[in-house]
């Protein structure tokens, strides 16, 4: 019923809005079970632009969610679905931000619901040269782009150190915690995220408004908003003169229907929690066998729970589609308890592990 629902909403979208193709791109934003854009999708989204033939002349859609992803996907993808059509078009029913953000800035309108917010594009980015994570040696730690620039505007500003030698001990004593090659690399991400910002905004901008495309970059960079800043319809309008049009009502009402859909079934609202899944997969085990736990301080024999190894197969993560097809990204994990050996001692742990992950078509 999940895929004929959503069906039925994306033909309620088309309806509304003129008989446009409408396509859906979600990724989840689930709390520890997070998905990002990247350029996989962008053959699904050719394929849903193929199979809608001459339909795309009347205009394309793209219904978006997401916290972002890959900073080159949005040039590539908004130039697929200009080659299909010429007038593009973002729904923005919650979420879309960083490279989702950027995507709609390469759209002649951005149609956003009153829940839906836009993001600045500062990337955070991620190498071998970063500082690996404590809670996580194995995962380098994101370093934002505008969190370096804004270290040097507080030695600046703040600080007040503006001599050459000192603010060159000031990036030396950076160094001393980010290895420069990381630093080099934030560089090459905020030079790359203007460039994609420019890019995408020419396509509806004329060259006349080069100051006007100049002002919208240093604002979503940096001058209005931090990177955890959700920018609303108002701001995004007003502040930043972008092309965002209000949903009407009824739009709105079947944009929110449609993202229900995909909440629901992606779970964006319930954090992925290891423990419970084991501790849910225990219970079922004492039910099928018919014990109990021990009571608390029993002591004594292991539990279900301390025992138990789950495998979680087609987890859904990302979702492109349109009235014609389903094309659903799917992750198999596999938890398992266990114990590691810690300075303080053994330690209970989860070990969390992915098998597979793929594309596949949804019936």
């Not at 973002?90 to 931000?97: G, I, K, Q, T, Y």
């Not at 292991?302 to 009235?323: C, F, H, N, W």
Request: net charge negative.
């Amino acid at each position: 019923m999940a895929r004929s629902n959503r069906i039925a909403q994306i033909a309620e979208l088309e309806k509304l809005r003129g008989g446009r193709h409408v396509i859906s791109y979600v990724t989840s934003t689930r709390t520890n079970f997070e998905m990002q854009i990247a350029d996989d999708v962008l053959p699904l989204i050719h394929e849903h632009l193929d199979a809608a033939g001459e339909k795309t002349e009347k205009g394309v859609d793209l219904f978006i969610h997401s916290n972002g992803g890959s900073g080159t996907v949005p040039w590539r993808l908004v130039s697929l679905i200009r080659e299909y059509t010429k007038n593009f078009a973002v729904l923005v029913p919650h979420r879309a931000f960083s490279a989702a953000t950027l995507i709609a800035l390469g759209a002649d309108e951005i149609v956003m619901h009153r829940m839906g917010c836009l993001g600045p594009i500062d990337p955070s980015v991620a190498n071998q040269f970063n500082p690996p994570n404590l809670q996580n040696p194995a995962l380098p730690i994101p370093i934002s782009v505008e969190d370096v620039t804004a270290y040097f505007r507080l030695v600046k500003e703040e600080v007040g150190i503006n001599h050459q030698d000192e603010l060159v001990q000031a990036l030396v004593a950076l160094t001393e915690k980010i290895h420069p090659l990381a630093l080099g690399n934030v560089q090459r991400s905020h030079n790359q995220s203007r460039l994609m910002a420019r890019k995408l905004l020419r396509n509806h901008m004329e060259a006349k408004q080069e100051h006007e495309i100049d002002t919208i970059i240093e604002n979503l960079k940096s001058n209005l908003f931090f990177h955890g800043h959700p920018i609303n319809r108002k701001e995004a309008k007003e502040d930043l003169n972008l092309k965002v049009e209000s949903a009407p009502r009824e739009l709105e009402a079947a944009m929110w229907r449609l993202y229900s859909e995909y909440n629901s079934t992606l779970k964006l609202d319930e954090p992925f929690s290891a423990l419970h899944e084991l501790d849910v997969a225990s219970i079922r085990l004492q039910q099928a066998s018919g014990t109990q736990p021990p009571s608390p301080g029993a002591g004594g024999a292991a539990t279900p729970a301390q025992a138990v190894k789950v495998r979680l197969d087609k987890m859904p993560g990302i979702y492109v589609e349109s009235t014609l097809r389903a094309d659903v990204f799917l992750t198999d994990i596999v938890l398992q308890r266990a114990t590691i050996n810690t300075a303080a001692g053994p330690q209970d742990a989860i070990r969390q592990e992915v098998i597979w992950q793929r594309w596949e078509q949804e019936e």
